[in-house]
């Protein structure tokens, strides 16, 4: 399986022993080599993405909560959101609580297609996920991958795929106000947005790329056939 955390948490459930798992992560093609590192957009706008369903697993309530005071704090600062609105209560309560938002410095753009979604990796700042639980999350690799930095939370297996403090920030699940530190540690310091993204690209090669995935399958397959 592709985190250790997935493995412990089969093993609990289903009795397997942790000796008969190996860690193979997950990989993804490579985009190519991004453009130099934009802390902000040319307009000088500073834009968060968050990308996944509208359900209380992925955090979004907690994100929308977030979304306010940083706003108000960093007037540089927009929020695009890219999924579909599953829970048909999230965002609707932000439009009635902030119309001046919502529309304008906050877009929820639905469903998007794969496309669309590379280009709003290619153009944010970044990749914020507040997740309740991931057994990996895919999304960080693929927002690392465009050398981006990623705010995920400290649960799941999130945190074998974000290096806290490196390569992004975790937050703790489901609160707000750490969330919210997060936020605006990066949306006040482009240096720090520019060194996570930069030290992002290069974990994703070495980590999360379609090659090493290959590479590690081929060499798990190896090793069992041996056997």
């Known amino acids: 399986t592709h985190t250790s955390q997935h493995r412990d948490t089969i093993c609990a459930e289903d009795g397997y022993a942790p000796s008969r798992f190996s860690i193979v992560t997950h990989g993804l093609p490579d985009p190519g080599e991004p453009a130099p590192f934009a802390a902000e957009n040319t307009d000088g706008q500073i834009e968060f993405l968050f990308v996944g369903r509208f359900e209380a697993r992925k955090g979004i309530d907690v994100l929308l909560s977030a979304i306010p005071p940083i706003i108000a704090a960093f007037p540089q600062v927009h929020f ?87 390569t992004g920030l975790l937050a703790e699940p489901g609160d707000v106000p750490s969330l919210e530190a997060c936020l605006r540690r990066l949306a006040g310091d482009a240096d720090l947005r520019r060194r996570m993204g930069e030290a992002a690209r290069v974990d994703f090669l070495r980590r999360f790329s379609a090659q090493q995935l290959a590479e590690a399958t081929v060499a798990l397959y190896q090793q069992v056939a041996k056997r």
Do not use: Q
């Open 80 to 166: 695009t959101l890219a999924g579909g609105r599953d829970d048909g209560v999230a965002w609707a309560a932000f439009e009635r609580n902030y119309p001046a938002l919502a529309g304008s410095r906050v877009v929820s753009l639905g469903r998007v297609p794969a496309e669309t979604l590379t280009s709003l990796y290619r153009r944010c700042a970044v990749l914020v996920a507040p997740s309740r639980y991931e057994s990996f999350g895919l999304i960080y690799a693929e927002a690392m991958s465009h050398g981006k930095p990623v705010i995920g939370c400290r649960s799941g297996g999130t945190p074998e795929v974000i290096t806290d403090g490196v």
